[in-house]
């Protein structure tokens, strides 16, 4: 019990990180609405939403692919995700169709089109098959969901530990195609052959749900398979068919995340250092680069703004992993906890808010002041409510189905592993390449191993 508790504490540092982040999103958002001096000056050099983003991503890189490679199976890994994700998705929906029924909120025109809504939120990909991010801050999924296919995919075929080369390779991306990638241009061309949109999202989660599917079975080449069709139609839709925000996002996100992933291999041995270092140096500079080079037409706050997300986005990471072994307060981990639900509720919190009119006086600034942290209040009781009474429950029962299918297939598949529970965790690690300390460690904190990553 010492040693888990050591561990958690160790790792609260990420929890801290996505809180923080969170809270970023939350002002961004809530900003608009309130506090709007205090805003107008911090965003002439900086975009508080754009930046906690990034570091989402950075997040999400650098502890996803050590969830999948201490779980040693695609099978598990999507059934943790699924159990992460899904359930408080769903929840969130629902309480923005209820928000707009009761004139409390809107769904962004999905009452207009329902089933080609349904069919883009059936796998978190609203963003990249154009329908409507629900609520707003959904986008980020979108680009979770891909990285999630690549990884599956890339693990399947055994090339995962090559996270420089895709770092850079998305980063150059970035600079070289950033600009001139269409927008919706699958969703423009089935709309123009008459197809719609529906038959567009029919065919996307067609085509990635079959490939899952073949994936996780497990065996080698129906898993390569069906992770290589899941991952290139991902790929297809972040490259050629975004909603939002940029044609250049989709590549500068996944270079970041891949980034993530670099700054995990070289702390766990995996990597040289010094190379890690000149890469993270290189994608920095090119999806900086890439922001200012495609989006020299907006104005110069804006371009501002790009780089100073992306490059404090990475400093902000660097300096929380370097005071990692520092005690971390027990309210900035806990904020990590809750953060997916932080996330995803603020935005109907806040659509509750701009419907009761008689709030939108004009108030001075101490009362803006009280107004916003009482709305904050609120949204992080809710979130509490929903974390433990939603997401905990269905973390923990992902663990356990994912943990009861890979125990049984490798006691099928191998007698060795039917004595020791702790030589079944370490031997598993070893397989995935992660290291023993590193499997121990990671999966004795369900706040981050089991959480969402990125997106909080």
């Not at 009761?356 to 002041?369: K, S």
């Amino acid at each position: 019990m010492a040693a888990t508790a050591r561990t958690a504490d160790r790792l609260a540092w990420l929890d801290a990180l996505r809180g923080f982040a969170a809270l970023c999103v939350v002002f961004d958002h809530g900003s608009s609405l309130l506090l709007t001096p205090v805003r107008d000056l911090l965003y002439r050099g900086l975009n508080l939403g754009q930046y906690g983003v990034f570091v989402f991503f950075l997040v999400s890189g650098y502890i996803v692919p050590a969830t999948l490679e201490r779980k040693g199976s695609v099978r598990a890994f999507w059934t943790s995700r699924a159990f992460r994700l899904y359930p408080l998705y769903a929840v969130a929906l629902v309480l923005a169709v209820i928000g707009f029924l009761t004139r409390h909120g809107n769904i962004a025109g999905a009452q207009r089109e329902p089933a080609t809504s349904v069919f883009s939120w059936l796998l978190m990909l609203p963003n990249l098959l154009t329908g409507p991010n629900v609520p707003n801050v959904t986008w980020t999924l979108s680009y979770e969901m891909v990285f999630y296919l690549l990884l599956a995919a890339l693990f399947s075929w055994n090339i995962h530990t090559y996270s420089r080369g895709y770092a850079l390779s998305f980063a150059t991306a970035a600079v070289l195609i950033g600009g001139i990638l269409p927008m919706a241009a699958l969703t423009r061309w089935a709309g123009h052959y008459g197809h719609g949109w529906l038959a567009l999202d029919t065919i996307a989660d067609a085509l990635i749900i079959a490939g899952i599917a073949l994936a996780v079975t497990d065996k080698r080449r129906p898993a390569r398979i069906g992770a290589s069709v899941a991952a290139l139609t991902g790929l297809v839709l972040v490259t050629v068919n975004q909603g939002y925000p940029y044609a250049w996002s989709g590549c500068v996100i996944l270079a970041l995340m891949f980034t993530g992933t670099v700054i995990y291999r070289a702390e766990q041995g995996q990597a040289s250092k010094a190379a890690a270092a000149a890469t993270v140096a290189v994608v920095l500079a090119l999806t900086t680069f890439a922001g200012l080079w495609h989006g020299r037409h907006y104005h110069a706050q804006w371009q501002y703004q790009w780089a100073s997300s992306v490059l404090l986005a990475a400093a902000t990471f660097g300096i929380a992993m370097a005071a990692r072994n520092r005690k971390i307060p027990r309210a900035a981990a806990w904020l990590g906890l809750i953060s997916y639900s932080v996330y995803l509720l603020h935005p109907l919190v806040f659509n509750a808010y701009r419907s009761i009119h008689a709030l939108h006086r004009r108030h001075p600034m101490p009362a803006q002041v009280a107004l916003f942290a009482a709305i904050l209040a609120v949204i992080i009781a809710a979130s509490a409510v929903t974390y433990y009474l939603v997401e905990k429950p269905m973390q923990r029962l992902g663990r356990r189905v994912a943990g009861r299918r890979v125990a049984g297939r490798q006691v099928a598949s191998s007698p060795s592993y039917a004595t020791g529970a702790g030589s079944r965790a370490g031997e598993r690690a070893d397989a995935a390449g992660v290291s023993v300390a590193t499997a121990r460690s990671t999966s004795s904190s369900s706040a981050v191993a089991g959480g969402s990553g990125g997106s909080p």
